[in-house]
């Protein structure tokens, strides 16, 4: 019984002794499938890739650096339907692609492989680039403006712009005018400022303008819009000259400072010689020079506005005036940035009218050339009680 057992179990070990030896020889052997072509050599691939957005192409760059042996590069798209082939001329350092490759509209899957002289290629290096085209042109929209105002105070044209998508690339808003020295300027603000203004702009003259986008920080191209033309700006050659007239300050009361107008030390003569020129007479703000009734009197006491003009004829009516008894007051044009006294009215101005009564006042003039000039008010009003007041609009008119 015991050699019997003794049999069997000799048998079984030698059975799983002949197994394993077989199945050694059998793995032993297979490594050698894998070089049934000879060993595989892999070329350096390229390093640092970078795919710059465009205008249908992109802009590639890359770095060189580990295999001195690359000579060509081999770029595949388009689910590699479409690749080009770019030759390498390898130096002793580092060297630098910069390759610019047409592609259609759309976000594409770039493939980058090197190769040496023996065609032995590199791994593969994949990025992804942008192309942008009429689709993305289709969609941009140019920035509104809601007002465009020129005052010819200081010959400067204020656009407002009203909102629009950043996210669309919107970045800069370009404008185009002419100057008063008939050149053509081209302005170019950030999106991101409310307001543009135009540096010594021609009255009358029409601009227009564009919306300049850059789709992403990686974009190498610029899109614009198309112009928006002859946006002609409102032309303002003085300000708050409309009834009733706004005050940049005030006692609280009654007396105050005319908004955008000068008023000399001679016509502040109210609340200790700090307000005067302006009035809040029965609820709305009047221009006024006054005296007497608690007030000095005023001695060549001067309201005006500062401005420049073109070559042409003008009109300017003040409509409106009450006026008192006593007291006179002219309205007058003259050359430069202030008004004459009253008594050189004749060889100080351009043109002046007499306001001796109530109603309305015209002044005409005529430049033959581009002049700095001031309009405005010279009175004297006696302490024995005078007064002057505009209650009414002043117009400018360009004949």
Known sequence: MKIQNSKNLLYGMLVILIAFYVSSCSKSDDYKKYLEGGEITYTGKIDSVIVYSGKERVYVTGLFIADPKVTRLKVFWNNRQDSTEFAINRTQGVDTLKLMIPVIEGVHNFEFITFDSQGNRSLSVFKTGVSYGARYFSGLINRPYYTADYFAGDENTTISWGGIDLTSGATFTEVEYTNTEGKLITQRDSIGFGESVLKGYMPGEP??????????????????????????????????????FQRSSWDGARWGIPASWTVNAAAKNAGTNTYGGYELRGGSGVLSLEGGWGLPGVTNGKIYQTTNLQAGRYRVTINAVDRGASGTVHFVAAEGASLPDEAGLASGTIAYVNCATSGNHVLEFTLTEAKRLTLGFVGNMPNTGSYFKVQGHITFQVL
Do not use: E, G, M, W
Not at 222 to 240: D, E, S
């Open 207 to 244: 601009l227009r303008y564009r919306t300049v986008f850059v789709p992403d920080t990686l974009s190498i191209d610029t899109f614009y819009t198309n112009y928006a033309t002859n946006v002609l700006p409102r032309l303002a050659y003085l300000r708050n000259i409309d009834f009733p």
